[in-house]
């Protein structure tokens, strides 16, 4: 026979005790809690037997203020004192006026922006300038020498490559290390290899004639 609700066995008080207090049964309050998950996302977290402590030893910290930032662009060492959220793209056309690379979409999406890292084809506005320190970059100002066009330039005058100018140093830089890849390519290859840039004006088969011009040419 079951018993009365009234005759149940009365529950323990601890929990109810717990709550008035605040603390959990650990000994942390909700608001110690608080205070610990929010720190989480900036440094990493070292457990400890009853406790949680901040490893501040092996966190490196740079920033938000500026920091000494030495870039080799072009075959030049370029030196600036930039925040660590600053972008390669930023950097290179606000500190050392070097604008070719052009801010369009500025969310890694149609290679406007391209320049090449150690000789790969990047979105600059998706790279850190402070993570770029110790690489070769080059941009589309560093392909030409001595006044003379590269192959890569002339081809696209050649072929009336360009209109309104603004996807035409991203393309010219792809295309470089495209080439550099597959420096005989099939039409097919051409459109994959560049399907990360984007052309509003619609020049592609200027460009792709560009592509295969130098090709050609074998350079």
């Known amino acids: 026979m079951e018993a009365p609700v009234d005759d149940l066995p009365k529950k323990s008080d601890k929990k109810s005790k717990s709550r008035k207090s605040g603390k959990s049964g650990s000994g942390w309050s909700r608001r110690d809690f608080l205070k610990i ?84 084809a990047v979105y600059s506005c998706s790279v850190l300038a402070i993570d770029a320190q110790g690489r070769q970059i080059t941009t589309v100002e560093g392909l030409s020498q001595d006044g003379k066009l590269h192959p ?31 420096p005989n390519p099939t039409p097919e290859q051409i459109k994959h290899g560049l399907g990360g840039n984007f052309c509003r004006c619609g020049t592609y088969a200027g460009i792709r004639a560009a592509v295969m011009q130098v090709a050609k040419k074998g350079t």
């Open 37 to 120: 998950s929010g720190v989480t996302a900036a440094a990493p977290l070292v457990a400890h037997a009853g406790m949680l402590a901040l490893d501040t030893d092996s966190a490196q910290i740079q920033g938000p203020g500026k920091v000494p930032v030495t870039l080799s662009v072009n075959g030049k060492n370029l030196k600036a004192s930039l925040e660590p959220r600053v972008t390669l793209l930023d950097a290179l056309r606000d500190q050392f006026e070097l604008t070719g690379a052009k801010r369009v979409c500025d969310h890694g999406t149609c290679g406007a922006c391209t320049v090449l890292l150690d000789g790969k």
């Open 152 to 182: 890569v330039q002339q081809a696209f005058v050649d072929n009336d490559a360009q209109q309104c100018g603004f996807c035409t140093p991203g393309f010219v830089v792809a295309t470089k290390a495209f080439l550099d890849r597959h």
